[in-house]
């Protein structure tokens, strides 16, 4: 029977190759199944075996620590170097799309909430 390793949905493409590397390094046999352009099917990264699928599982898990570790480093020094900017950097440098973004945010929490108001 099939296992599911890993959902392909919202993943980057740099991610994914490092897995298919990290998976062809140490010879797991895995398949690849792509996520539908309309979002119906998620893709991911497979294995038929139950042997293959828990040495696989436990290399992603280690892989997916790694990664995690990577990218709070990154995203610190960005911070760091003042390339990451929070809500109120985007107001001040980006005020026009900032207000716009906000005010879209309204109109569709009103919208939504639109049917339970009874005025009158």
Same mark, same amino acid.
């Given at each position: &029977?099939p296992?599911?390793?890993?959902n392909l949905?919202?993943?980057?493409d740099d991610?994914a190759?490092?897995i298919? /590397?990290?998976?062809d390094?140490h010879?797991v046999r895995?398949?690849e199944t792509?996520?539908?352009?309309?979002?119906v099917?998620m893709g991911?990264?497979? =294995?038929?075996?139950?042997?293959?699928?828990q040495? @696989?599982k436990?290399l992603?898990?280690?892989y997916?620590r790694?990664?995690?570790e990577?990218?709070?480093? @990154?995203?610190e020094?960005?911070r760091?170097?003042g390339?990451?900017m929070?809500a109120w950097?985007?107001f001040r440098y980006?005020? =026009?799309?900032t207000? /716009? @973004?906000c005010?879209?945010? =309204?109109? &569709?929490?009103?919208?939504?909430?639109?049917p339970f108001?009874?005025?009158?």
């Open positions: &029977m296992h599911h390793l890993m949905r919202h993943v980057p991610e190759e490092e298919r /590397a990290l998976f390094d010879d895995f398949y792509p996520p539908s352009r309309w979002g099917s991911g990264f497979w =294995v038929h075996d139950d042997d293959e699928a040495r @696989a436990e992603l898990q280690e997916q790694q990664r995690l990577s990218q709070r480093e @990154a995203y020094a960005r760091l170097n390339e990451s929070g950097q985007m980006k005020p =026009v799309r207000f /716009a @973004a005010l879209a945010i =309204v109109v &569709m929490i009103g919208l939504s909430l639109l108001i009874h005025i009158g």
